[in-house]
């Protein structure tokens, strides 16, 4: 059954999952090592695919924890900040590309230095979350969901989940949370009483 075009409900993966997806990856083989940081940039940057897929390494502040989108929705550029672990496993890949003789293109790219068409990082998640045992649909916007869950669940600031998404207003990121999080109203509304 396809399910092409069809509008789900968000379905964030609880960290145990993102772990597992993770963890399904390869620690020696080159797409296993690529798809480890992808896979984490796409969660922990709570990013887009296409902004993702045209990330250059120079785009990547290792000091700083930051990644450079140049052109987000709408062509706005913007800061996205990742944590120290994701940028080892973006460094875990870099060393690996550099390895391979791949000098120029985008960061995340095929094991020739060629771009990674997105129904190909789509199609991988899928193999990724069968192999790992995560029955919930698992693609890369799902990650991106993910993300922008689990900064809500930390406590992080509106503004801040607002530039870290690329979200124009507030309102927006506002609404978007309120799809994707849904625990904290289900056990406030569900603990009432009469």
Known sequence: MTTKGKRFPPEPLTRDEVGALIGSCSLRASTGIRNRALIAVLWRGAMRIGETLALRVADLDTERCTLRVLHGKGDKSRLVVIDRRTVELVQAWLARREKLGITDGPLFCTLRGNPIDPGD??????????????????????????????????????????????????????????????????????????
Do not use: M
């Open 121 to 194: 990082v789509r199609k991988t998640l899928r193999f990724r979350a069968k192999k790992a045992g995560v029955v919930k649909r698992c693609n890369p916007h799902g990650l991106r969901h993910t993300g922008a869950s689990d900064l809500a669940a930390e406590g992080v600031a509106l503004l801040d989940i607002q530039s870290q998404l690329g979200h124009s207003s507030p309102a927006t990121t506002a609404r978007y949370l309120h799809q994707l999080n849904p625990v904290e109203r289900i056990e406030r509304l569900s603990s009432r009483e009469w």
